[in-house]
């Protein structure tokens, strides 16, 4: 835990005899404290953090002016501690002056809170995808093992007989496991439901060294095939059996779950343990683990991800490169095609890909916190300055530059807190919205939340910037001769001046690069929204449907109750269309081996295979661009093949009459290729596959479960309840799952890309709102500086528009550096996010350029409004000023 | 163990006031750190810093009043603590000091600057 580690890193201020001595007890005291203290409640527990922190302070530096601790001296309990004391009074005091000007106060601390609160939710997202500690021993000995696809060098999954050559032929590892995920209706007594399930190898609980929480894992000889099925359950799906059982508190040590037996997918399982609470893998969604017994043996089924734990000493460098040595093939059909083998660490497995978008979010949360910081420091310091007169009084009667300084240092601590504190505020409104945008491409977005980590870094980071800003400003403020500020002389400040036009121009270049930035991600996501999707979703419902392999075990069976099911849904009035398919337009679950008539023997073509009944085309709206879409009479003779299979089969030429062969069928036949459809568009990180193709149901040997697919008219949600009558019309044990319109699926398909547009998009427009604010606010007070230049000015006849265009070609000059420095950052930037996201639509020169201008001319308005003032200004008045 | 040669227990008077606090939570038996500042702390209503706390134990122990034990008494077998213990000398130091006020309060009841209730 951070703060664990935060409080050891305390206690090494105090002297190294007196740590090694007492450290450790003094962290367990700490401990046994702290834990009271949070249980006590959480007011308790963060004045027992602050206080220890404070207490560490005082007594280490004790400690280091009076190292002999046996020599008795000043009783060391007595009360306050003078240090908290005149923190306290300088807070209070930075408290009350603050309160006297309440809008300033809040302009400050809201213009840092729009800063802290983007950083602070970004930080929060980056802690839990990145920092945060994989929830197993030793994670850091885990390792995914993938299989790498030859051409591609895309990840696949294994099939069982590879898995197992791997497993036998690895060194390095202490076990390669196995598993796969999938649903299965499960019944523990009270009525069949779908659960989350996995399947896994019997060493995976070991690997992974996590022991049940009841019972015992899987054996050995679970993994056999023909053995008696058992099953482990979740801790929540016994923590619900227990309740439901006791109607209350489950009853400590119940553990009556233990060899009772439940049905999964219609087979009798006994339950032989529990896991434990939180298992957070394969994910947390699993209610169920069954043993890879029971699993599909053949060559072709390629479903398993591999998890392994390296030997002491072994690196996965070293492990990937004993891969190698040894070898590994894919079982493909008669030859065997060599393949590569790559372990990589499970965090970076979780989120390797992710890195990139998070350095891009963080980046760009820096620049909006630099500006933010820019604006306040602006305001602070024209108080500062305002207040000169009072400074450079108090500085006269003899006061030291430092107390002044603490003062202001503690002022700003405050304004860091109070903009910390609203910061807070709007970084959970922010990862609301992350929620509600989909979180999908998050490794763990069950865990995204502003936890203890999250506000004790918005803490730090608050209070270290108020007191960087505080102590910036006070240097400013103090540093000029204090007769200066004496005499009340206005338009002297010129000091500033140099220093103010810097915050102008990095501001602006800030903003520019950041509006750049988003423009790149508005117009590549645009290109993704208007890019054909190859098929047309509207108004199709997806039913989510499990047949028990139990009672619909062989391809007949299933075929007949498929055939029997779409003769119902295509019957129900506002049903337009039905087909059954064995996987949605997004995902495939099945891979196989081509071989092309003719073409040289190559153990790398593959492709997705989607089986499909009568209707589909019509059901989805998928697109046939050549030739027609395969019938279910068509049987084993023929295929369809998507826009990229067909260029790779037959580059340059129609794709429509070769031969082909799907490798690990038998009897293996030549199937032709009878037409050509549009590819459907993927856009998640995870979406590997390219070839893609369509085959009759009843083209294969083996039985594939079906997800049902409806196109109707209107809203289809509404036929909701008609379709799951019809369903259990059919057979009233097999109930409807969810019903997700193809919409919603085609939505959280584009989570990602419209999530990082949506975060960078609204951090340019914070950027460039900031920057405007902060521009106007310089210019404005450089105005009002020069008041009396300007009445002087007109006082011996300058006219109006030339002061206004005096005061605008100031401006210009520092607006023009800002952009022009913006610009000339923004190549690289955009060069370097490309480089981290390579799928990134081309930019919009245009689309930029007109971006830069209005920036521009927002910038000019900004500085128009002061100018106006500024040619406003009363020569009377101004010159009586003086 | 204690130094055959142990100093008069009257050159440790008066003690300073955390030490005594130490000396009569350990009169009460074995303890750690932890055991005493909670000790000391339910009777004084207030907090015992625990470097305050260690400083006082090192000298109490360097002096030779308390030694450390070997055993570890069952206290949910996670012990990492080290256990203190009163040795003859502390409990003479101990003694005297107690005598000493004692003969404080006596001396100030007296002369009616101390009610009976302390």
Redesign the interface.
């Given at each position: 835990m951070m703060i664990d580690a935060l409080t050891r890193a305390l206690l090494r201020l105090y002297p190294e005899p007196f740590r090694r001595r007492f450290g450790r007890e003094l962290l367990q005291i700490w401990r046994a404290e702290g834990d009271e203290a949070r249980a006590a409640s959480r007011l308790a527990a963060a004045r027992h953090w602050t206080s220890w922190c404070f207490v560490t302070l005082y007594d280490a530096l004790l400690r280091h002016l009076r190292p002999d601790p046996s020599r008795p001296s000043v009783p060391a309990d007595r009360g306050a501690l003078f240090t908290l004391d005149w923190i306290r009074r300088d807070a209070a005091f930075a408290l009350r002056s603050l309160g006297r000007r309440p809008v300033w106060t809040l302009s400050v601390a809201g213009t840092l809170a729009l800063g802290l609160g983007a950083s602070i939710a970004i930080f929060s997202v980056v802690h839990d995808s990145l920092l945060r500690p994989l929830p197993f021993d030793d994670a850091a000995s885990l390792v995914v093992v993938e299989a790498l696809a030859p051409e591609s060098r895309r990840s696949i999954l294994a099939s069982y007989p590879a898995y197992r050559s791997y497993r036998d032929a690895q060194e390095g590892l202490e076990g390669l496991d196995a598993w796969t995920t999938q649903h299965a209706t499960v019944d523990l007594g009270d009525g069949p439901s779908r659960r989350w399930t996995a399947t896994a190898s019997s060493g995976l609980l070991r690997t992974l060294r996590v022991d049940p929480f009841l019972g015992r894992g899987f054996s050995a000889e679970d993994d056999r095939v023909g053995q008696a099925p058992v099953a482990l359950i979740s801790h929540r799906l016994w923590a619900e059996e227990m309740g439901r059982l006791s109607k209350g508190r489950g009853g400590a040590g119940d553990d009556g779950i233990l060899g009772r037996t439940i049905t999964v997918d219609e087979v009798q399982h006994t339950v032989v343990g529990v896991l434990p609470p939180g298992l957070a893998y394969p994910d947390g969604e699993v209610d169920l683990w069954l043993p890879l017994g029971g699993a599909p043996r053949g060559r072709g089924f390629y479903y398993l991800s591999m998890l392994g734990r390296l030997e002491d000493g072994v690196t996965p460098q070293q492990l990937t490169a004993r891969f190698a040595s040894f070898g590994p093939t894919m079982p493909n059909g008669p030859v065997d095609s060599p393949i590569d083998l790559v372990a990589t660490p499970m965090r970076e497995n979780l989120v390797g890909d992710l890195r990139p978008q998070l350095s891009l979010f963080l980046a760009a949360v820096a620049t909006v916190l630099l500006i933010a910081c820019l604006n306040a420091t602006h305001l602070i310091l024209i108080r500062a300055l305002g207040r000169r007169r009072e400074l450079a009084l108090r500085a006269a009667l003899g006061a030291g530059r430092g107390p002044l300084l603490r003062q202001l240092v503690v002022e700003g601590c405050a304004l860091g807190l109070l903009g910390g504190i609203l910061g807070t505020a709007l970084a959970f409104g922010i990862l609301e919205g992350l929620r509600s945008l989909g979180p999908e491409w998050m490794p763990r977005p069950e865990e995204l939340g502003l936890d203890g980590t999250a506000l004790a870094f918005a803490f730090g980071l608050s209070l270290a910037l108020g007191a960087l800003l505080g102590a910036a400003t006070a240097v400013r403020a103090t540093a000029d001769d204090p007769s200066l500020g004496m005499t009340g002389a206005r338009g002297e400040v010129g000091g500033g001046q140099r220093s103010r036009a810097a915050l102008i121009v990095v501001q602006l270049a800030g903003a520019v690069v950041l509006l750049s930035t988003a423009l790149l991600l508005v117009s590549s996501y645009r290109s993704i929204e208007s890019r054909e999707s190859g098929f047309d979703p509207g108004g199709t419902l997806m039913v989510d449907l499990d047949l028990p392999a139990g009672r619909y075990g062989t391809r007949q069976e299933q075929g007949a109750y498929y055939a029997q099911l779409l003769e119902e849904l295509r019957s129900l009035p506002g049903v337009t269309a039905a087909a059954v398919a064995s996987s949605h337009p997004f995902t495939f679950y099945i891979n196989h081996g081509i071989e092309l008539d003719g073409g040289q023997d190559d153990n790398t073509l593959a492709s997705r295979v989607r089986l499909v009944s009568d209707g589909y085309p019509e059901t989805t709206g998928l697109t046939v661009l050549e030739g027609r879409f395969v019938e279910e009479r068509d049987g084993w003779n023929a295929v369809v093949v998507n826009a990229t299979l067909a260029r790779r089969l037959a580059p340059g030429g129609s794709a429509v009459g070769l031969r082909i062969k799907l490798r690990n069928i038998e009897p293996e036949t030549w199937r032709t290729v009878v037409g050509v459809v549009a590819d459907v568009e993927h856009y998640g990180r995870r979406a590997h596959w390219q070839h893609a193709m369509y085959v009759p149901a009843q083209g294969v040997p083996y039985p594939h479960p079906m997800t049902p697919l409806l196109r109707t008219e209107g809203d289809p949600l509404a036929l909701g309840p008609s379709i799951r009558e019809r369903i259990l019309a059919v057979d009233p044990r097999v109930p409807a799952g969810t019903l997700v319109p193809l919409d919603d699926l085609l939505w959280r398909s584009k989570s990602e890309p419209r999530l990082r547009t949506t975060l960078l998009g609204g951090f340019g427009a914070l950027a460039l709102v900031l920057a405007m604010t902060g521009l106007y606010g310089v210019m404005a007070f450089w105005v009002a500086d020069r008041g009396k230049e300007f009445g002087v000015r007109q006082a011996l006849g300058a006219n109006r528009a030339g002061i206004v265009g005096m005061v605008l070609l100031h401006a210009l000059g520092r607006v023009g550096l800002g952009v022009g420095l913006g610009l000339a950052l923004t190549w690289p930037a955009l060069a370097l996010v490309r480089h981290q996201i390579p799928d990134l639509a081309p930019a919009e020169p245009t689309l930029q350029g007109t971006a830069v201008l209005l920036l521009a001319l927002t910038a000019l308005l900004a500085c128009w409004i002061p100018a106006r003032r500024a040619a406003g200004v009363d020569p009377i008045t101004a010159l009586r000023e003086e | 163990m204690d130094d055959p040669q142990a100093p008069d227990p009257a050159s440790f008077l008066p003690l300073?006031?955390?030490s005594l606090d130490i000396l009569l939570a350990l009169a009460e038996g074995e303890s750690?750190?932890?055991g005493v500042?909670r000790f000391v702390e339910a009777r004084n209503g207030?907090k015992?810093?625990?470097?305050?706390l260690?400083?006082a134990l090192?000298?109490l122990h360097?002096d030779g009043l308390i030694r450390e034990t070997p055993s570890r008494p069952e206290d949910g077998g996670t012990s990492?603590?080290?256990y203190y213990v009163l040795s003859t000398l502390g409990e003479a130091v101990l003694r005297a000091e107690l005598g000493r006020l004692h003969r404080l309060l006596e001396f100030a009841r007296n002369r009616g600057l101390a009610t009976e209730g302390g």
């Open positions: - | 300073p006031h955390t750690h750190g932890f500042k207030r015992l810093r625990a470097a305050t260690y400083d090192a000298r360097r990492r603590w080290r």
